[in-house]
């Protein structure tokens, strides 16, 4: 096995590519065969048109995290249940029919819809995926140390985009994007001898060709040729995407610098792979991280980063030292020099929903909210490259290739243009206008915040920093005051029961609506969670849940009227057991993507994120179903939205903390990241809208401030109505500033983690723990054991009804702490007494805080999930 790694971040350290070279090998060639038969098929053997479809089918490859949902399904119907999905039917679609954008949005969507049916045997391959991507998500695009924190999916990705860029003056020849997608895909199998891999995979590929033998013996011809000296477009392509990573200067710089042995790696004249297996993997991944410091101190304004901003002292790859900080200095810049730069060929636009949150929670009730959900990714990124394609496709040359879009989740997206979109000077404000002036986002009452920037030029790719300082400097309109007035009325109309504000001008479901309010409850109708509760989703034993039985079951036809009660766990319309709304964000997201050395950086970094979650729910909600279907299919239709670093899950209180704690155990550790993560559960009944105000505030306080640690808080509303003021209140009553405090709301996720331990003695009703949680759990929902919860609570609430009884007096904390204590020494309960040994445990000189309310309440969440409270 050769060595090699990728330095992965922000984890900074480097993980060792291990994996069945040979088993790897099929999956891509049958992969790549079942997308070219696809294409074929699709194309009716027009070789033109399935070359089309072809390449971008390929770009599936390397946005799997886009097109692999929290969990693979079948749907029932038509409907689909991501925004991603509606993107890649759409890129496929448009080869095959004329899509008009100028449609009105529902419209669209149904299009779309028909589409995905001709499709579904292309969605059945998504689950095969998953391998694939991993390999090309933890491959470094180039072994050396000092380069190899560029992943080959970025790298291939980037090339294929730049192929495009750079064929402004010619035809656009697909062929020449699949050969950028697959010049280097033999690096998964055949490191050393690379360009011999991809071409026996190319081989095999051909062999059961359907329609596109003679263009792929072409593809076959320019890969193996791709390290000529030869200035064909792929080369051209392959090396100017290789130059925005590798930063080749600066890394030999650091190597003499630091005087490393393995720098006799770098010779030519050497076999790198047999070296660098000389050196071993210590000194291999020292020499990683020592070069990527020296990569990202080139950087402009990094030092300035490093230096004044807070969040910097919890990362170890921003512990750069100020020797390397000066002997870097005379590289900044060195690439990107004014009188170097020539005109761009392409163009990034950045498209972000301003006020997502207060548009979502426009909506009352949670089928509404749901779509409102979808409706925001797939504004800001399906429609939006609709809209462009739509504009690109009248120059009579190509479309804009699927990868085009490299990152589009929580409510933002980035598009790469070719420059060639328009003859105007001032191509910007052009592309920008695309997308600003469109019909169906007025009739929205929406306006996106778009912004475009200089992408790549002829002989230089902008890294992120770059980028993203361009991005805000034009973000000067967020800081004028607009005195624009929209007249919503001429007259005395019926306002909205929705919204409040617009007039009333359409009734359904014994309401009164406006014209934006009518049309989300009428897209509503069957999208959001009609489509998640009516999906069959594949579990990875080869089962499948069909939501729709439960909810069938316990509420017949009306099932959609009980969307609420049924995600809660309720088993009958007259059940009462409360939902737990579960939101969460990645910790210092924005930071981390700031400090990126390139744009593949962020692209891996970014893409990684949304993988990792999605892979930490699929095996959560898996091991969930193992042991009860039922609870799995109530949270498999609760979710709002998962991608990115932004979740917001809807679940039974039964289960939402232990599900948290192992979803977001797993997510750290896939992604790097750490999560902070509010929980509030509420009676079925509570407004939506208020309850998701109030776990936003909650998630947002339970931020560790002093580390760089997963955090999550919990509270139970049973009278109250729960909004975010609310919770700031609650906060505020419970915890003081200064310390002494009985709530600390910022729980360590590890904390929470031995407090479901503890649990699990007393829950499994036995004097061994079952090692399961959630077959403890499932064993509880199954019978309804009210009393089993009732006992693993009871000892809380005697504290707790202490506390609150020399609440506002001298004696709340010391008192309480007293209280604490006896009841240690008398009890003989070894529950109580390992729970007190809980609450004291982080009791220290400097911090005199005990969770004694955020115990209460996580245990409280799973006492009223099983009712009858």
Known sequence: MVLRGKLVLPDFEVKFVKWDAEKLKNEI???????????????????????????????????????????????????????????????????????????????????????????????????????????????????????????LASHLQLSSILVWLVQQSSVDLNYLRIAALLHDIGKLILPERHVTGSSEILDKVIERSQCLKSYLSRVKEIVEGHHSNLNTILTIADRLAASADRLSKVVEFGLNKENLSIKECYSSKVNSYECIE?????????????????????????????????????????????????????????????????????????????????????????????????????????????LLDNEFSKRGKSRIPAEALLSGYGGHSFIVIRSD??????????????????????KLDLKLNVKVVEFAYDNYVRNYNEIWDSIISKQYDRYLVNYTE?????????????????????TDENQYLCDRCYLIRKLSKKRGFYARVNSQYMLQNGKTIHSYEFAKKYFGDEYQEYAMEFIAGNKSKEDNKYISLIKADGNRAGFIFKTCATFSDYVDRSFRLDYGIKKAF???????????????????????????DDIMILAPSIVAVPFSVTLFSKAEEYTGFTFKVGIISVKPDHPIQFAYRAVNELMESSKIARANKSSLACMVFSSTLATDNVILTEINRY?????????????????????????????????????????????????????????SLRPLENLVSYAESNLGTSKYFLGTLAYIITRKAKTEDNYERELINLLLKNLSEKEWNIPLYDYYFIVKSLRVGVGGY
């Open 421 to 442: 979109i328009t003859n105007e000077d001032n191509k910007e404000e052009f592309i920008r206008n695309i997308i600003v002036n469109n019909r169906e986002l007025e």
């Open 278 to 386: 000389k050196h071993g993997e210590k000194e291999y991944s020292e020499a990683s991280k020592i070069l990527y410091k020296y990569v990202l101190a080139s950087l402009q304004n990094i030092e300035k980063t490093i230096k004044e901003e807070a969040d910097a002292k919890f990362f170890e790859y921003l512990k750069i030292s100020d020797d390397i900080l000066k002997a870097t200095s005379s590289f900044k810049n060195e690439d990107q020099k004014e009188d170097e730069k020539k005109k761009p060929i392409g163009y990034l636009a950045y498209i972000d929903f301003p006020g997502i949150q207060k548009f979502i929670t426009n909506f009352p009730n949670l089928r509404d909210m749901s779509f409102a959900s979808l409706l925001v990714d797939f504004l800001t990124t399906v429609y939006s490259f609709m």
């Open 735 to 791: 915890k003081r500033k200064g310390g002494d405090n009985l709530m600390v709301v910022s729980n360590d996720l590890s904390d929470v983690r031995e407090l479901l331990e503890l649990l699990k003695v007393v829950l499994s009703n036995s004097s061994t723990s079952e090692p399961n949680f959630f077959k403890i759990i499932s064993n509880i929902y199954n019978e309804d054991n009210k009393e089993l919860v009732r006992d």
């Open 486 to 506: 929209n007249v919503y009325s001429l007259g005395l109309h019926r306002v909205c029961d929705n919204c409040g504000i617009r007039p009333a001008v359409d």
């Open 618 to 644: 699929y095996e959560t909600i898996n091991e969930l179903a193992e042991e009860n279907e039922d609870l799995a299919s109530r949270i498999l239709s609760g979710v709002l939205y998962l991608g990115g």
């Open 29 to 151: 060639i049958n992969i790549l065969v079942g997308f070219e038969n696809i294409s074929c098929e699709l194309a009716n053997n027009e070789q033109e048109i399935a070359l089309n479809i072809y390449a971008d089918m390929l770009s599936l490859l390397y946005k799997a995290p886009m097109i692999i949902s929290h969990a693979p399904y079948k749907s029932s119907g038509y409907y689909i249940s991501t925004a991603y999905e509606y993107f890649f039917t759409y890129v496929i679609l448009r080869h095959l029919k004329k899509i008009d954008v100028n449609n009105d949005l529902e419209e669209i969507l149904s299009i779309l819809e028909d589409g995905r049916k001709v499709l579904k045997e292309l969605f059945s391959y998504v689950n095969t995926l998953r391998d694939i991507y991993e390999a090309l998500l933890n491959t470094p695009s180039d072994t050396r140390p000092g380069y190899n924190f560029t992943s």
